[in-house]
């Protein structure tokens, strides 16, 4: 709110947030924009018991799988993509925790 209403110039939340209030600004007359470059990197992840070792590996052909046929994809435009409110791109990708490169937050 205290963007739409110039208090302030700017403001740090989650994507589907600011997707929300970009896409609402463009027909409010105070069109936002928001930057591409994340500031945060936020994996999303599956938390299970340890020492499951068949589980963890029927997860993760499962969500690879999926993600190579293209159904997260499909599930993405369906609740987030091109026709729906937020008009979300999904440009993330399916893969094992040891290739992501990020610097975890104090």
Same mark, same amino acid.
């Given at each position: 709110?205290?963007?739409?209403?110039? !208090?302030?110039?700017?403001?740090?939340?989650? %994507?589907?947030?600011?997707?929300?209030?970009?896409?609402?600004? !463009?027909?409010?007359?105070?069109?936002?924009?928001?930057?591409?470059?994340?500031?945060?990197?936020?994996?999303?992840?599956?938390?299970? +018991?340890?020492?499951?070792?068949?589980?963890? *590996?029927?997860?993760?052909?499962?969500?690879? *799988?999926?993600?190579? *046929?293209?159904?997260?994809?499909?599930?993405?435009? +369906?609740?987030?993509?091109?026709? %729906?409110?937020? +008009?979300? %791109?999904?440009?993330? !990708?399916?893969?094992?925790?040891?290739?992501?490169?990020? %610097?975890?937050?104090?």
């Amino acid at each position: 709110m205290a963007v739409q209403q110039n !208090k302030v110039v700017g403001i740090v939340a989650n %994507t589907m947030t600011i997707t929300k209030l970009v896409n609402e600004s !463009k027909s409010a007359g105070q069109p936002l924009r928001m930057i591409e470059e994340p500031m945060v990197l936020q994996p999303i992840g599956i938390g299970m +018991k340890k020492d499951e070792p068949a589980l963890l *590996a029927k997860v993760n052909e499962t969500l690879l *799988a999926l993600d190579q *046929a293209g159904e997260i994809n499909q599930l993405w435009d +369906k609740w987030l993509g091109p026709n %729906t409110e937020l +008009k979300m %791109t999904r440009s993330d !990708k399916v893969v094992p925790l040891s290739e992501l490169k990020f %610097t975890s937050l104090p």
